[in-house]
């Protein structure tokens, strides 16, 4: 079955350092998202992506991040100047256009992001 | 806005026994909600989800749900617990169903499932 992959699983940097994370959506989707989780807290939204352009971001997706999706099988997130704040879970989701399951969302395993 | 809550951020059950894990919606628009599954070191994995068409849905691994408009929750459920049951159950809802939309989930539910 598709799937939908992550990496690194885990990335560890210093405040101020810039990170990206990497996402290969399921190969026939068109929606992309990105979620965070911090320890202890819930599942966040952060930004959904549809044809080369955002759909659709939260208050927490500031100008410090950024989403591109640099060929026909990636899609990063780019946090510019990394801040303790923003150590979490990210997870990567993808979803197709149409067809018989347009509203479901596949996840990815995720990376865990550790800013010192 | 939409939000979920999830009464009780750990639940145990013996095995065998019956799963119930709680999740309350607000929204002001008909909502679409969905429960997920986490399972040690791997993504949130689909288990069902409601988009308006019957109100008791069944999932995977023998998880099934009921959208109750007048109690506005959509409790999770499965008769018998099995070791493998054990994760964090989330729920989720979305303000409409097709693609784009985004989730909201709640704080999730552990379940811990003991012999």
């Known amino acids: 079955e598709p799937e939908v992959t992550q990496t690194p699983s885990h990335q560890v940097t210093q405040m101020g350092q810039e990170v990206i994370l990497r996402c290969v959506p399921i190969?026939?989707?068109?929606?992309f998202y990105w979620y965070r989780q911090i320890l202890g807290q819930k599942v966040e939204f952060l930004v959904s992506?549809?044809?080369?352009?955002?759909?659709?971001k939260s208050e927490i997706f500031d100008d410090q991040f950024s989403v591109e999706r640099p060929d026909g099988s990636n899609f990063t997130l780019k946090i510019r100047s990394t801040k303790l704040e923003d150590s979490a879970m990210y997870f990567c989701?993808?979803?197709?256009?149409?067809?018989?399951?347009?509203?479901?969302?596949?996840f990815g395993p995720g990376t865990r992001l550790t800013v010192l | 806005a939409q939000s979920v809550t999830q009464l009780g951020s750990h639940v145990s059950v013996s095995e065998g026994a019956l799963v119930l894990l709680r999740c309350n919606y607000s929204?002001?628009?008909?909502?679409?909600l969905f429960w997920y599954v986490q399972y040690p070191n791997q993504g949130l994995q689909l288990l069902l989800k409601?988009?308006?068409?019957?109100?008791l849905v069944k999932g995977i691994n023998g998880f099934e749900a009921e959208f109750k408009k007048s109690e506005t929750s959509f409790h999770l459920t499965k008769p018998s617990a099995h070791m493998s049951d054990a994760a964090e159950y989330f729920c989720?809802?979305?303000?409409?169903?097709?693609?784009?939309?985004?989730?909201?989930f709640g704080t999730g539910t552990q379940l811990k499932v003991e012999l």
């Open positions: 989701a993808s979803s197709d256009l149409g067809g018989p399951q347009p509203d479901t969302q596949y």
């Open positions: 190969s026939n989707h068109l929606y």
């Open positions: 989720a809802v979305s303000p409409d169903t097709g693609g784009g939309n985004k989730l909201t």
């Open positions: 409601y988009t308006s068409a019957a109100t």
């Open positions: 929204s002001s628009v008909p909502p679409y």
């Open positions: 992506f549809y044809n080369n352009e955002i759909s659709e």
